[in-house]
């Protein structure tokens, strides 16, 4: 199930089969579109086709291309526009400096007029943004403050509150980043199937799926294989495999988290369970606690506890027998893995007891920690994970104690020795050892990475920050 968060299903191409294509849409397994106006006259026809079809929603707005239609008589028309119960952002708008149909000047205030109307209206911006990246984030930091919300958050959180997307995003790996940072998902459009795609597979490698949404821009930028003809919001599936792909992950996976996403910004379809069980690939994930010693900067555990989709805020702690339930025949999945928003070995017993069913019915196991064990537990734990744990993978997140307690709000002189320690330990005792660093800007990977398979003799791993 895959959501066209851009297709403008009104066009005239349609004209002639526009109920077969939706049709095909929807056949072919598509959840909901989302339809943006670029004036009044086709923000109204994307209402009415929201009005006709259950899964069409609607956006209002002037395109930078249309900014010179776009007086005070026509902007108050939008902003009454966005009262319909349907209409789930304003968008497409922003800027066009590749074109210049409007004078630039005419497209900064229109952009900025319709996002003093998205505030008001407590609704989301569907953002076009060609040629312009330092106009664009010029007026997007100009504007954000405490009063722009979009739908609001679900939670109080490290993650800014989701404020729009950059449809069919065409920037560079920096500009992805300060986008997200404002509170922006990242739109990924036919483009990333192109051969000349670019930039964007680094975008789409360096980017979790957390802060992306798919589209098709229907009738444009058709995807390969069917490039060069219209396009339809069918072919979204393209984008998303191409994702997938690039990321490593199922098509599933992908569907999921920005079905989410999606949720998360224009409050279309239902906010999923919580969930202690989760798949990620074919990778079972046991949420053990949201407990944990550490706060890192760049973890949304006491926020909404998004992972791929999955929400992970568990009113209570599991116990092993609902674990074991879960899981079932271990042999079914590449792993088991103890892992969560929080610090596994806090629940060691249970870790231990789930281990030893998965190991007894044929299954891989592997723990997810930030290699403190030793310290909470109040002893050397490793001898008792030999057996039942196959593979360790330990968050390294900095060679360095002082910027590793800064990172994790902990006590570096202390705890990075110890997570070293526990390390040199698993190794020792012949578990599979990993560490892992996160790609939060300006960490040197390669130091890292020598470091960890010289100095301690374990495996690398590189994770793309969420
Ligand atoms: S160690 Fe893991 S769970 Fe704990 S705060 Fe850091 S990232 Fe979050
Ligand atoms: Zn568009």
Known sequence: MLIDTHAHIYWESYDNDREEMLKRAIDSGIKYIICPGTDIETSIKAIELAEKYDFVYAGVGFHPHDAVKAGEK??????????????????????????????REKQIEVFKKQIQIAKRRN??????????????????ESEIDDRWTGFG??????????????????????DAWRAINLGFYISISGVITFKNAGNL?????????????????????????FRGKRNEPMYVKFVAEKIAQIQGLTVEDIERTTTFNVYRLFRIGSKPEPKIA????????LNITLRCNADCVFCDRKGEAIVKGYF?????????EEFIKEIGDPKQYDEIVFVGYGEPTIRLDVVKEVA??????????????????????????????????????????????TEYGRLMNIDGE?????????????????IETIMTIVGIDGIDVERHRKFVEEEIGVKFRYRPLF
Do not use: W
């Open 123 to 140: 609704l989301p911006v569907i953002i076009h943004n060609r040629e312009s990246h330092k106009e664009i984030f010029e007026v997007l």
């Open 312 to 320: 992970l805020k568990i009113d209570h702690e599991p116990t092993a």
């Open 356 to 401: 030893r069913y998965v190991k007894e019915h044929g299954g891989k196991t592997r723990l997810d920690t930030d290699g403190h064990g030793n310290i909470i537990n109040k002893r050397n734990i490793v001898p008792e994970l030999v057996g039942l744990i196959d593979v360790v993978s330990i968050s390294l997140n900095s060679i360095d104690p």
């Open 278 to 285: 989760y798949k990620i690939r074919n990778s079972l994930c």
């Open 153 to 174: 958050k679900l939670a109080d959180g490290k993650l800014p509150p989701p404020r729009g997307v950059f449809h069919a995003f065409s920037g560079n790996v920096k």
């Open 74 to 103: 026509e902007l108050e028309k939008i902003e009454e526009l966005s009262y319909h119960p349907k209409v789930v952002a304003i968008g497409e708008i922003g800027l066009d400096f590749h074109y210049n149909f409007s004078p």
């Open 414 to 430: 202390k705890f990075h020795p110890a997570m070293i320690e526990f390390a040199k330990e698993c190794k020792k005792y012949g």
């Open 201 to 225: 597979i680094d975008v789409v490698r360096e980017i979790q799926p957390e802060h992306l949404l798919v589209e098709t821009d229907s009738p444009f930028l058709t995807p390969h294989p």
